[in-house]
């Protein structure tokens, strides 16, 4: 299994972290403390928790199902559903080359523990990177596996904005809040000169949806137009409270709402036949090892998380035909509790999907 490694900093607060989960092998050993850790945390903190998970169209577990909460970078899964569709119909080219430089103007050092420094270096150990260049498929993979908003963002300029907005409307989903930028989104907690951070505070918390996201999206345009621009960013003044702040002003959706989208994967509807080639290499990398080929028909899977948010959303078919999509969305955590649901997540996932009778008591 292809796993980067993980590494920790000590900045006082963390923006995204690198978070790479897949089911384990069939051959693997299962970790039930674990997941019954993880489980257990939900059932004690049900009103930060939402959960929603089908198995062959039929509900086994909800909790909060309809609440919104920010999605992190779980997201992307419309960016990757836009950029499959737009290969498939040969509005860019999956193998073409694109600059790192060109990616990098939307990385902010010291704001995503590592997460783009260890794609970089996936990259790398892959021989991915050639000339200073990447092929456009294998950014798209690499915003999948780690959660590098420079290469959301990158990719959403690139696809266009609102042709990525437009697969809300596509799947018909009805509480979703604007999709924007994420580097430019940080850009609107610089405290202005002879201002303090509670007064910027105040103005913010009068922003409307759209005035937040327009702003995000004029600092994505000066990020892409202006070298100088990324060195206005102060990391040490973008407090704790700000960060908070910032994960809580994420693109928000709700657990039925993605379950709804990657059932649509799962089931290979809504999308052009074509299309899902693309989605499994992109959404499915799981399905390139023979553990989960001998087990799975398709596999897809995206995770996100702030310091105080961590999501899940995947689906599955299994080789008998059996469908399963969950989405698990949990927020107002303390950044010692993402660290450890984080943790635990991926036994939790495993024992739920290999383990009948675990399976059975996760009810909500």
């Not at 498939?88 to 694109?98: D, F, K, M, R, W």
Request: hydrophobic fraction near 40%; charge should be neutral; glycine fraction near 4%.
């Amino acid at each position: 299994m292809i796993s980067p490694s993980l590494h920790r900093t000590k900045l006082a607060g963390i923006v995204f972290a690198c978070i790479f989960i897949f089911s384990i092998p069939v051959s693997a050993q299962l970790q039930p403390a674990l997941a019954d850790s993880f489980f257990n945390f939900i059932n004690a903190n049900r009103g930060r928790a939402s959960v929603y998970m089908t198995r062959n169209d039929t509900v086994v577990a909800h909790l909060n199902d309809n609440k919104l909460m920010p999605l992190a970078s779980s997201f992307e899964i419309l960016i990757a559903i836009e950029f499959a569709q737009q290969s498939t119909h040969e509005l860019i080219n999956e193998n073409s080359y694109v600059k790192l430089e060109d990616i990098e103007k939307f990385h902010i050092p010291d704001t995503t523990v590592d997460a783009h420094e260890a794609w970089i270096e996936f990259a790398k150990a892959n021989n991915e990177i050639k000339d200073g260049k990447i092929k456009l498929i294998d950014v798209a993979r690499g915003m999948m596996l780690f959660n590098s908003y420079a290469l959301a963002d990158f990719l959403m300029d690139l696809l266009g904005f609102d042709n990525v907005k437009d697969n809300i409307e596509l799947f018909k989903l009805k509480q979703h809040t604007p999709i924007f930028p994420l580097a430019g989104s940080m850009f609107i907690y610089k405290i202005p000169k002879k201002s303090s951070e509670a007064k910027l505070i105040k103005e913010l918390s009068k922003f409307s949806d759209k005035k937040y996201s327009m702003e995000a999206y004029y600092n994505h345009i000066d990020l892409k137009e202006d070298s100088s621009f990324k060195e206005s960013f102060n990391r040490e003044k973008f407090s704790t409270k700000l960060q908070k702040m910032w994960s809580d002003n994420l693109p928000a959706s709700t657990t039925k709402e993605y379950v709804q989208v990657v059932k649509a994967l799962n089931k290979r509807e809504v999308l052009d036949e074509d299309v899902f080639f693309t989605i499994g290499e992109i959404l499915e990398i799981p399905m390139e090892t023979k553990d989960y080929q001998m087990r799975y028909k398709h596999y897809g899977s995206k995770s996100g998380n702030t310091a105080f948010v961590l999501t899940h959303v995947f689906y599955c078919t299994l080789k008998d035909g059996t469908r399963i999509e969950s989405a698990i969305f949990l927020n107002e955590l303390a950044p010692w509790e993402e660290r450890k649901l984080e943790g635990w997540l991926r036994a939790f996932i495993d024992q739920l999907l290999l383990d009948p009778v675990f399976r059975g008591k996760v009810k909500f």
